[in-house]
């Protein structure tokens, strides 16, 4: 149920994308989403899911998973069968992991809209989902490396949601602006999307999939205090959006005048992806407060961005990679087992990672197949 949850999140970000594009895109955009899903499904299953969860069969001891197909096999294996629990999962097991690597790649999506070919975006996309976002999860998720030191990422602040913010982050700056984004005197010329209803309706289909997100990454439901864990997050998970919601419209009020939609939804998202790297622990005005900061952040970082000249189409970038970067550091705030360092570390290592694998990716693209229409 929890992957049914994460998986209409698809229908979020593809609803989110489309209602923030000009009409002229919007085809464009949807044809994007639904072959990046189908797409990560695949490379899921024939090379991801066994780097990401190599068990006993490390290519690189702690850094680099295993190679092959995965192989589902029934719960209850028999004795002389254990073995092959290292290279098996159950199909609930396999599916709800998959979804939060379609979810990396939809991050992208957004950022780079609107000026970003078909297939070279595809391919990127293909390599994401296969390779770099497996090898970055596996450090932590699969038993790595920063397993061992003590870093700690419930449901994917910085193991998917940064992961995304990095590569569209690095595919932004190698892409360019959109024509006519920043005129010839540094000024940043607004190009509005085409239906804030399609962007509120995905939104909301974001923070609904967002239960299953955190909720089922508790990863069981068999006992009374599983239960009630699970409760605990939705509760954190909701009021955390709020929170962002709240301190987004607050400080547009109080620096711009007026209440501007999009912030109010990105402040959502961004509360959204701060408490998922800790969605049990806080105490929930710690989860408020957790939340808040994450509007605040996007608020701060989305003309930030265009001071830069990066042109981010949907704000993916503040929502998932900046909230994202602080839903990390904060989790040793409200957890006392877990330390900052860590966390940092988790944090720089993911980030030099996926921006140089990206950086080689997007470039290889640029030099062959071209990255921009001609037209």
């Known amino acids: 149920i929890g992957g049914f949850l994460v998986m209409w999140m698809a229908a979020g970000f593809a609803m989110l994308e489309a209602g923030l594009v000009r009409s002229k895109n919007v085809t464009m955009q949807l044809t994007k989403n639904i072959a990046l899903f189908a797409i990560a499904a695949v490379m899921y299953y024939l090379i991801c899911y066994l780097i990401m969860y190599p068990g006993d069969g490390w290519t690189i001891p ?31 097991d396999f599916f709800f992991q998959l979804m939060f690597c379609a979810t990396t790649a939809s991050i992208v999506s957004g950022t780079l809209a609107e000026r970003i070919k078909l297939w070279p975006f595809l391919i990127f996309v293909a390599v994401l ?49 959109r024509a006519g984004k920043f005129g010839p005197d540094g000024q940043v010329n607004a190009l509005p999307g085409s239906n804030m209803a399609l962007a509120t309706l995905g939104t909301f289909i974001l923070w609904l999939g967002w239960f299953g997100f955190n909720g089922a990454s508790q990863l069981a439901m068999g006992t009374i205090a599983d239960a009630s ?32 939609l999009t912030m109010a939804l990105n402040g959502a998202l961004a509360g959204l992806v701060s408490i998922t790297a800790e969605p049990l622990t806080p105490a929930i005005w710690q989860a408020v ?65 996926v921006s140089l694998a990206s950086l080689i990716m997007w470039l290889l693209l640029a030099a062959t197949i071209g990255l921009r229409p001609t037209q």
């Open 129 to 177: 989902t296969g390779v770099i976002y497996p090898i970055q999860g596996s450090w932590e998720w699969g038993t790595g490396w920063l397993d061992d030191m003590g870093f700690s990422d419930f449901a994917g602040s910085t193991l998917v949601h940064s992961t995304g913010g990095w590569a569209a982050l690095v595919g932004a700056v190698i892409l360019g602006a």
């Open 289 to 353: 407060v957790i939340g808040a900061v994450g509007g605040v952040i996007v608020v701060f970082t989305v003309p930030l961005l265009d001071k830069m000249k990066i042109d981010d189409v949907v704000g993916a970038i503040p929502v998932h990679l900046f909230a994202g970067i602080w839903g990390t550091l904060v989790v040793a705030w409200t957890n006392p087992e877990v330390s900052i360092v860590p966390q940092v570390t988790g944090v720089i290592a993911v980030g030099i990672f």
């Open 229 to 260: 864990s699970v409760s605990k997050i939705f509760v954190n998970t909701n009021l955390a959006a709020c929170g962002g919601v709240v301190a987004a419209i607050i400080l547009n009020q109080v620096f711009y005048g007026k209440v501007d």
């Open 62 to 92: 702690g850094w680099l998973g295993a190679f092959g197909v995965a192989v589902l096999e029934p719960v209850g294996l028999a004795p002389d069968k254990a073995d092959a629990l290292d290279y098996a999962s159950t199909g609930s």
